[in-house]
């Protein structure tokens, strides 16, 4: 998707701190929040998946074969939503999604969908499980363990 050139001049050097060095940048909008956007957008959502649906296989009307699983995420502004994920990602086995873990999700196309909104992760889109190192995520897990379970 990337290609980078260099030039003889080039001067590669390791980096001292990778582990400061983020990979994804995200730019988290609440699920409350995306209620009242304009649709369609996209977003960076944040959120525990707290309901998972199977593996669904269909053909589109392009006669692509396509593969989804929709999740169900919520946050501590007590607000849900749907979003399917789509290939890889939502081939990965139903253990993945099973405990309630935090998901964080970037790219997420949003439309207006049977009177509210859901979201759809493309192929092009950012899925991180269980990220430890995130402090949205970690805001989120002690929220779900202390308040949003009941």
């Not at 006669?63 to 946050?75: Q, S």
């Not at 949205?136 to 379970?149: S, T, V």
């Amino acid at each position: 998707r990337y290609q980078i050139v260099f030039d003889r001049d080039a001067l590669i050097e390791e980096a001292a701190d990778v582990e400061k060095i983020e990979t994804v940048k995200f730019s988290f909008s609440d699920l409350h929040a995306v209620q009242s956007k304009a649709a369609p957008c996209t977003v960076d959502l944040v959120g525990v998946v707290t309901n998972f649906k199977s593996l669904f296989a269909f053909t589109s009307k392009e006669g692509k074969e396509l593969v989804k699983r929709e999740i169900t995420i919520a946050d501590d502004t007590a607000t849900s939503m749907v979003v399917a994920i789509w290939g890889e990602r939502a081939k990965q086995e139903d253990k993945v999604f099973e405990g309630q873990p935090v998901v964080c999700l970037k790219g997420v196309g949003i439309r207006e969908w049977n009177g509210g909104k859901s979201g759809s992760l493309m192929e092009a889109g950012v899925m991180k499980l269980r990220p430890s190192n995130m402090p949205e995520a970690q805001r989120l897990e002690k929220w779900w363990a202390q308040h949003g379970k009941s």
